[in-house]
C-alpha cells in the first residue's frame, strides 16, 4: 500500500498570477509537488518584482499576459481577487496552459460556466483548490460512507467559522463586491463547506433555503458593503437527507472551524479541519475517536497520509497534496478525488442559489453541473 500522494513524472514549469497571502502558499505546495517555480505576475511590475524576491521567484513579469505567454509555463496558478479569475482563467486556457484557479472560480454562473466548458474544450487539467479533500481523515470518511458504513444518510450538519472579520475596524478588499463579487462568506468559505459535504457524502444538496446577514455596512475603508458576514441554510440532498449549514466570518474566537458531520441510520461520521488527525464515528452502543494511521485506513487515506501516524498532518500537507495530484493528471494519471472547474462551477452555482433563496425567503432548487463539463 502505497503512502505517498501521485505527483507528476516530469517535473513542470509553474508561473503564479497574484503577491498575496495565496501566491505563498501555491508556490510552497508547487515545489513541493517537484515544479520549478519559474515566474509571478501581479497588479504591477512592482509589486510583482517585491512578490518575487519575498518567495524566492527568479523572474517578475511586467504584466498577467506576460507570463501567460511565456512558452516555458506549463501551469498557470491564478491566486488574484475573485472577480479577475475568470479573465485570467480563459486567456490562461486560451495560451494551451494548466491552470489552478483559486476560488471561488469565477463570480457568476455564467463565467463558471464558460470557464469550465473551455477547459473541457481545451483538453488540459484545470483544477480549483477545495484543498480539505486532501486531508486523509476526510478521504476515510468518504469511503467508509460510500461502503455504507453509515447506512442510509439521514441528515447532515456543517459549519465554518472566522473571527478576522468580526469588527468594524477589520477590512479586506473581499468586503467590496466589485473585486469579490456578490456574495463574501459563502463565495469564500462557504464553497469549503458545501464542497466537503457533497463530497464526503456522496450526495448533492438538491435544494435549499437560506438567510444572510450584514453586520457592517461601513468598514475601515469600505461604506455601503452589501455583501454577508454570515449566512444559515436549511438544505435537502438528493436522496433525501436533510440539514443545517452555518457560515460566519464573524465568530469570536473560531479562527478556521471547517466541522460537517454525516448522519447515517447505522452510523454518524464527523471530521473537524482544525483536528483533521482523527475521525468521530458514532453508533447507537457508542462512539470512537479514530486516530490517522496509514495501517489501518482505506487505501486512499493511506495514500495521503505521507507521515508517520503521531506526526500531524495539516494545511499545507493537504494543499500540497492537491497541487501534486493536479501535476500527476497533466501527466496523464486520473487521480481520485481531484476537485476540476466542473466542481469549481458546482461551488458557484450554489452561492448563486444561496443568494436567490435569501432575497426570495423560500426554497430554491440547486440545478445539477452539465454533463458536457461534468468530467
Known amino acids: 500500500m502505497t503512502t505517498t500522494v501521485i505527483g507528476a513524472s516530469t517535473p513542470l514549469t509553474a508561473g503564479i498570477i497574484g503577491g498575496g497571502f495565496m501566491a505563498r502558499v501555491h508556490s510552497s505546495a508547487a515545489r513541493s509537488a517537484g515544479a520549478t517555480v519559474a515566474g509571478i505576475a501581479s497588479s504591477s511590475a512592482a509589486a510583482a518584482g517585491r512578490a518575487a524576491v519575498s518567495l524566492g521567484i527568479p523572474r517578475a513579469y511586467a504584466d498577467p499576459a506576460e507570463l501567460i505567454a511565456d512558452d516555458g509555463i506549463d501551469v498557470v496558478h491564478i491566486c488574484t481577487p475573485n472577480s479577475s479569475h475568470a479573465d485570467y482563467a480563459?486567456?490562461?486556457?486560451?495560451?494551451?496552459?494548466?491552470?489552478?484557479?483559486?476560488?471561488?472560480?469565477?463570480?457568476?454562473?455564467?463565467?463558471?460556466?464558460?470557464?469550465?466548458?473551455?477547459?473541457?474544450?481545451?483538453?488540459?487539467?484545470?483544477?480549483?483548490?477545495?484543498?480539505?479533500?486532501?486531508?486523509?481523515?476526510?478521504?476515510?470518511?468518504?469511503?467508509?460512507?460510500?461502503?455504507?458504513?453509515?447506512?442510509?444518510?439521514?441528515?447532515?450538519?456543517?459549519?465554518?467559522?472566522?473571527?478576522?472579520?468580526?469588527?468594524?475596524?477589520?477590512?479586506?478588499?473581499?468586503?467590496?463586491?466589485?473585486?469579490?463579487?456578490?456574495?463574501?462568506?459563502?463565495?469564500?468559505?462557504?464553497?469549503?463547506?458545501?464542497?466537503?459535504?457533497?463530497?464526503?457524502?456522496?450526495?448533492?444538496?438538491?435544494?435549499?433555503?437560506?438567510?444572510?446577514?450584514?453586520?457592517?455596512?461601513?468598514?475601515?475603508?469600505?461604506?455601503?458593503?452589501?455583501?454577508?458576514?454570515?449566512?444559515?441554510?436549511?438544505?435537502?440532498?438528493?436522496?433525501?437527507?436533510?440539514?443545517?449549514?452555518?457560515?460566519?466570518?464573524?465568530?469570536?474566537?473560531?479562527?478556521?472551524?471547517?466541522?460537517?458531520?454525516?448522519?447515517?441510520?447505522?452510523?454518524?461520521?464527523?471530521?473537524?479541519?482544525?483536528?483533521?488527525?482523527?475521525l468521530w464515528l458514532g453508533r447507537r452502543s457508542g462512539s470512537q475517536l479514530l486516530q490517522r494511521d496509514a495501517r489501518s485506513l482505506t487505501a486512499d487515506a493511506a495514500r495521503l497520509s505521507v507521515l508517520p501516524a503521531g506526526h500531524p498532518l495539516g494545511y499545507h500537507d493537504a494543499f500540497a497534496a492537491f497541487v501534486s495530484d493536479g501535476y500527476a493528471a497533466v501527466a496523464g494519471r486520473e487521480p481520485d478525488g481531484l476537485p476540476t472547474f466542473a466542481d469549481g462551477l458546482r461551488a458557484v452555482t450554489i452561492t448563486a442559489a444561496v443568494l436567490e433563496a435569501a432575497a426570495a425567503g423560500g426554497w430554491v432548487d440547486v440545478p445539477g453541473v452539465p454533463e458536457a463539463v461534468a468530467l
Open 90 to 278: 480563459l486567456a490562461a486556457l486560451a495560451a494551451g496552459k494548466h491552470v489552478v484557479c483559486e476560488k471561488p472560480l469565477a463570480t457568476t454562473v455564467d463565467d463558471a460556466a464558460l470557464l469550465a466548458r473551455s477547459a473541457a474544450d481545451a483538453g488540459v487539467v484545470a483544477t480549483v483548490p477545495f484543498v480539505y479533500r486532501f486531508h486523509p481523515m476526510v478521504r476515510e470518511a468518504r469511503a467508509r460512507i460510500a461502503r455504507g458504513d453509515a447506512g442510509a444518510l439521514l441528515t447532515v450538519r456543517g459549519e465554518y467559522l472566522q473571527d478576522w472579520l468580526l469588527t468594524e475596524t477589520d477590512d479586506d478588499w473581499r468586503v467590496d463586491a466589485l473585486f469579490g463579487g456578490p456574495s463574501r462568506a459563502f463565495a469564500d468559505i462557504g464553497s469549503h463547506l458545501v464542497d466537503l459535504v457533497e463530497f464526503v457524502g456522496g450526495d448533492r444538496i438538491a435544494r435549499l433555503m437560506a438567510t444572510t446577514r450584514t453586520v457592517f455596512t461601513t468598514r475601515t475603508r469600505h461604506s455601503d458593503i452589501g455583501t454577508e458576514d454570515a449566512v444559515a441554510l436549511v438544505v435537502e440532498t438528493a436522496s433525501g437527507a436533510i440539514g443545517t449549514l452555518l457560515v460566519s466570518q464573524v465568530s469570536p474566537g473560531r479562527k478556521n472551524r471547517l466541522s460537517i458531520e454525516i448522519g447515517g441510520s447505522v452510523e454518524s461520521i464527523a471530521f473537524e479541519q482544525e483536528r483533521p488527525e482523527t
